[in-house]
């Protein structure tokens, strides 16, 4: 993305609205140039992106393709499972109602589900922060056996035989053939375009619409600002570090130490965004906690002493953070106001087919 | 300019799950794959300076003999005294996003989980591997815990590259999968049948350091 004159203009009139860009229905001809780059929009109370898209340019017909290969259940070896199968969109992408998803055959994954937003902000991916590159997200789900169990090679042959596919990187790409890398670069342009940042938050620390918190949400936002935002920092909500939250003494899933090979960082998972926190249940790496009320619960009285316990999390004897039974509550309000409706409703972000596998 | 490459294990041609072959442990094995990145190559002058090839990056795979001969074009006229490659994939195309070519996805040398390049892959069979179906094998990459990005030096001293512009001049080298577990660091397949993502993998980086050496040159006159 280049951030224009042109786009910091619109930054600071900026309006999450399906005028600002126009998309055409999935089957219908765009007039638009391909070359024609529509950028990223960086909301003003967000930092600045990681990934620009520099050597990806945003495309009305790359956003669009991958968006039809995000919803494509023939990207895994049964043709069941697409990456909108366990990423739905009324959940911020999340899987809602799942500790872990089912993959191929029901095989059972090992950990959550993240919700997909905001991801040109963010440095790392997944649980463990292993993948670095955007473009490179879908290839650990596409190859892992659990979930969609298939290889690069036969995705190419399956999509190469396919004269609308073949027609469509045509379009975007200028290409007689398609290669992994433009199918990675493609679901990029999409799942790069999924920005959140309309909550009723949102609109309130940027002053817009008039919105108002309640005087609850109020108080559950200063409590927030004190006893959470070391960890859930800026208004992404994380400070992208990788740390143990006091899950188990004994964690099972070695987490960050799987990628860094370092003791140190045994049971440390990523901190995950709290945007859409209300829709994105059940919480924690693996699913366990179905409800805000639990994970508060937890942070009060449950976390458990290890040698990776973060810092944030130890004060002399004690360990968590103290919250009264109000405290918790104002927190809740306060975190509800993070729900982003337009995220989760919007028309653009939608399977084109229809047939996106709810399970 | 061509670089060309034979494998071999100790004294014996490499074949593919044709011919038993025995680590420095005493272990018999077979090779049922082989496949490594050279990138980054250098042409080093008398003076030190140097000519490093625009986007060079090779996978060099004994399953494809297409792979084991590639050109270098445009190396500057000149003599040389030294090249050097490196044995794997710089930092900076680990961290670029999706690649093509031979550092495209498809060709099973990027690991999806932890973001990296397998750098150097064997696998085959040993009777002494304690793995299922006996099986050997070795996925050697990542740029950061460890890294293990070794770079091959060859000093051309004794023996100059002159190129030429009329001149096909060529380095063939040899490679030594033997090596791979020999030394500094001896691998006994009964102990250690697999590696792929432990510390130790820098063992083996380290073997790999040593598997290549220059064979002949074919050069022009000065």
């Keep these: ?359 | 300019m061509q670089f060309q490459f034979t494998h071999v294990v100790g004294s014996l041609p490499l074949a593919l799950n044709a011919t038993q072959y025995t680590n420095a442990a005493g272990e018999s094995f077979y090779v049922k794959t082989f496949k490594y990145y050279v990138s980054n190559i250098k042409f080093i002058r008398a003076d030190g300076s140097e000519y490093a090839q625009p986007e060079s990056y090779y996978l060099v795979n004994e399953g494809d003999s297409a792979s084991k001969t590639f050109t270098i074009p445009n190396v500057p006229i000149g003599t040389y005294t030294g090249v050097n490659f490196m044995i794997g994939v710089d930092s900076t195309r680990n961290v670029s996003g999706a690649q093509t070519g031979a550092l495209d996805a498809l060709n099973d040398m990027f690991w999806s989980w932890k973001t990296g390049y397998i750098f150097v892959k064997m696998e085959g069979t040993s009777p002494s591997s304690t793995a299922s179906g006996n099986r050997i094998e070795y996925h050697i990459g990542g740029f950061q815990n460890p890294n293990n990005i070794r770079t091959a030096a060859f000093s051309l001293v004794s023996n100059k590259l002159y190129i030429k512009s009329d001149s096909t001049s060529s380095i063939h080298f040899q490679t030594d999968v033997g090596q791979l577990f020999q030394t500094p660091n001896l691998i006994k397949f009964a102990e250690t049948p697999a590696l792929m993502t432990e510390p130790k993998t820098a063992d083996i980086a380290d073997n790999y350091s040593d598997m290549f050496s220059i064979v002949s040159i074919q050069t022009g006159t000065p």
């Design chain 1, 1 to 359: 993305m280049k951030v224009t004159i042109h786009t910091l203009l619109r930054l600071t009139i900026f309006v999450v609205s399906v005028s600002i860009l126009s998309f055409s229905g999935c089957n219908g001809k765009s007039s638009v140039d391909p070359s024609t780059e529509f950028s990223l929009e960086v909301p003003s109370n967000f930092p600045a992106p990681v990934f620009t898209f520099a050597d990806n340019p945003i495309t009305e017909e790359g956003f669009e393709l991958g968006r039809l290969l995000f919803y494509e259940p023939r990207l895994s070896s049964t043709g069941a499972i697409a990456c909108g199968t366990c990423h739905r969109q009324t959940f911020a992408f999340a899987d809602h109602g799942h500790d872990v998803s089912h993959g191929v055959h029901d095989r059972l994954g090992s950990r959550n589900a993240p919700a997909i937003q905001n991801l040109a902000f963010q440095p790392e991916f997944f649980w463990d922060g292993g993948v670095n590159h955007i473009e490179l997200i879908p290839l650990n789900a596409i190859q892992n056996t659990q979930e969609m169990d298939e290889s690069l090679a036969n995705i190419l042959t399956k999509l190469n035989n396919n004269p609308t596919y073949k027609q469509k990187f045509k379009e975007v790409f200028n290409t007689d053939s398609i290669t992994s890398q433009l199918v990675l670069r493609a679901i990029a342009q999409f799942t790069g375009m999924l920005i959140s940042s309309n909550s009723r938050y949102d609109q309130y620390v940027r002053g817009e619409n008039n919105v108002q918190l309640t005087n609850t949400e109020k108080a559950g936002l200063q409590l927030f600002q004190q006893k959470c935002a070391t960890c859930h920092a800026t208004d992404l909500f994380t400070d992208h570090s990788y740390r143990n939250n006091g899950l188990d003494e004994t964690p099972a899933d070695y987490g960050r130490e799987l990628i860094t090979n370092n003791v140190s960082d045994r049971g440390k998972f990523k901190v995950p965004s709290l945007r859409n926190v209300e829709r994105t249940s059940p919480y924690m790496h693996d699913g366990r906690f179905t409800t805000l009320e639990e994970v508060l619960i937890h942070y009060t009285s449950g976390v458990k002493r290890s040698a990776t316990l973060d810092a944030a999390l130890i004060s002399g004897d004690a360990v968590g953070i103290p919250l009264t039974a109000t405290e918790q509550s104002n927190l809740i309000a306060f975190l509800r106001t993070l729900t982003d409706n337009t995220f989760v409703t919007d028309k653009r972000f939608i399977d084109p087919l229809g047939t996106s596998n709810q399970n």
